[in-house]
Nanobody, 124 residues
Framework: VQLQASGGGLVQAGGSLRLSCAASRSSLDYSLIAWFRQAPGKEREGVSCISRAGTTYTGSVRGRFTVSRDYAKNTVYLQMNSLKPEDTAVYFC????????????????????WGQGTQVTVSS
């Protein structure tokens, strides 16, 4: 069971990036997939999560980031627009087989499988 995150890079403030999280098994095995990020010296932060019930975003990215899922490709995407320097971090995708309430889906303790992370750097 592997998750492969990709799509990070260097972008200027106001720019966009799209991250991808490809799963090695059928997406049906993963009821819930989330994106987390971790900036240097900071704790890991939940960014967004997606299940068949819907999507959830942390407040700082709501309206700028969009999470989506392609079941045919076993891939989850995170479209990031209007990027800010404070979005700079290593971004990770994570998955679990059983859904949790949306109020809990941005808590990293609930996730069983993690990708390796992709660096996003936003310059001012």
């Amino acid at each position: 069971v592997q998750l492969q995150a990709s799509g990070g890079g260097l972008v200027q403030a106001g720019g966009s990036l799209r991250l991808s999280c490809a799963a090695s098994r059928s997406s049906l095995d993963y009821s819930l997939i989330a994106w987390f990020r971790q900036a240097p010296g900071k704790e890991r932060e939940g960014v967004s999560c997606i299940s068949r019930a819907g999507t959830t975003y942390t407040g700082s990215v709501r309206g700028r980031f969009t999470v989506s899922r392609d079941y045919a490709k076993n891939t989850v995407y995170l479209q990031m627009n209007s990027l800010k320097p404070e979005d700079t971090a290593v971004y990770f995708c994570a998955a679990r087989a059983v859904r949790v309430p949306s109020s809990a889906c941005l808590n990293s303790i609930h996730y069983d499988y993690w990708g390796q992370g992709t660096q996003v750097t936003v310059s001012s």
